[in-house]
Structure formats: structure tokens, C-alpha cells
């Protein structure tokens, strides 16, 4: 079976030392975040070009986010995250439009966000918009010789599914997040990759635990503290034929976050 590689996250906003930090803390790949469409320009392209092969580092996806409200709950979060709310929808879609130029410029295949609460049952009045946007924004990705890919967590592995085969385009993709599988309440990782493995393109080294409430989101956790088996996660991967790479996720700042992100590369590099 095939060695994985791991990675981590870095943000475009901070510029040539976010890259850096890639090689600095010894790893290979990485996905690039954006949050600010402003930063989607050719002279950042052409950093980021310089710096990736500089650093001898693989872009593996572009995390794409988008403008407007963002309440990461339970409470408000179906009605402010992604492409479902409809008063948000167009000027997400364009962002998203956005990120796959920016994308196409620096030489990475694939773009990732969060969709949103993808309404469970198919009959919602919001899930017909839903999928002609994410059509629309996934076949621009085509063009673009791209795959678009959803992000885990918001949503079941069986409605995520259903939303693929709905949109119905060969270039839609998963980054799988185990915790956020976890922490949304929405299924278990290592039983979810049974419907989602063979879609898997990226994979967020994340570890978290279930909701406690039904308006919070369960807590995420330092890789090996929360509740993803991440053997068996890793070995169901490399089942699917899966060949890219872990990036470790830590979502705190600071001295922590790179102290936590350490740990994770020990814990997860004899599973590889």
C-alpha cells in the first residue's frame, strides 16, 4: 500500500513566512487558505509559485471560505454557512469562481470549502438552489481542469452522497475531516469512509469529539486525544486507493498550536 504524506495548513493572507513555515517544521505538503478574496491576485500567484518550489512544498488543495455572517453552531450555523443560505449564495458562488482561477494560476487541482448544512431531506425548498449552485461553481472548476471538493462535517455521509450523484459532475471531491464528522454529530469517521471513501481527494488530520448539546459543537481535540481512530481511518484510506496527503489541523494560535501540531506528526507518522 502506498506511504501517505503528511502536511499542514497555512494561510495565504500571511504571506511568504505562512509557506516557509511548511519546511521549517519539516513537512512537504500543504493546503492553502483564503478567507479574503482580495488576496487573490496575480502577485500573490506569482509568490506563491516562487515560494512553493523555493521550498521544494506541494500545494494539494485550496481552501476557498467566503464573505458574509459565519456562526459555527448548531443554532445559527444552518442559516449563515456556505452556499445554502440563498441571500448569501451568489456572492459565495462567486468567490468560490474566484479561488478556481486563483487556483488554476498557481498550478493546484483542486478547491475546497464548506457547502453548509445540506438539507437532509431532499424535498427542503433550499436544496434545489443548493444544487444548481454547486453545479454551477463545480463546472467552472471543470474548465478550470480542476475538482471541486466538500468539505466533511456539516452534513450526513448518506446526504452528502446523494448531493454528488444529484450535481452529477465527474470532477466533485471530498476533504475528509474525521472530527468534523465528529463534532457536527453527523456519523462516524471510519464507518462514514464505507459511503465516501472512493470521493476522498484530501484529508484534514483533525481529531475531535461528539456534541455534549444540541447547539454546540462537540470539542476539537489535539490528534490522539479525541475520539477519531485514526489506524483504522488511515488503513480504510489506503483500502480506497487513497495517495495524497494528511494535513494536520489544530484549530488554536500560538506557541500550542505548533507544539500540538508536533505531536500530531509523532502520532500519525507510524500509521503512515
Known sequence: MPQLRLGIIVSLEKGEESLKKVRELGFETCQLVCWDQSHFTPANAQMVKEMAKKLAIEITILWVGW?????????????TLGLVPPEYRYVR????????????????????????????NPKDPLYPGLVAAVREVAA??????????????QETPTTLVRTIEEVGLPNLGINFDPANLLMYGKANPVDALDLLGKFVRGVHAKD??????????????????????????IAKLKGYGYQGALTIEREIAG????EDILTARDYLLPLL
Open 67 to 79: 464573505p458574509g455572517p459565519q456562526v459555527w453552531n448548531f443554532r445559527e450555523g444552518p442559516a
Open 93 to 120: 458562488m462567486e468567490v468560490l469562481k474566484k479561488g478556481s482561477d486563483f487556483a488554476r494560476s498557481i498550478g493546484v487541482s483542486s478547491i475546497a470549502t464548506h457547502v453548509g448544512f445540506i438539507p437532509e
Open 140 to 153: 467552472y472548476c471543470q474548465k478550470n481542469g480542476q475538482f471541486f471538493c466538500f468539505e466533511t462535517g
Open 208 to 233: 475531535g469529539e461528539y456534541p455534549t448539546d444540541g447547539y454546540t459543537l462537540g470539542q476539537e481535540k489535539k490528534v490522539g486525544e479525541g475520539m477519531v481512530n485514526f489506524p483504522k481511518v
Open 255 to 258: 506557541q500550542q498550536q505548533i
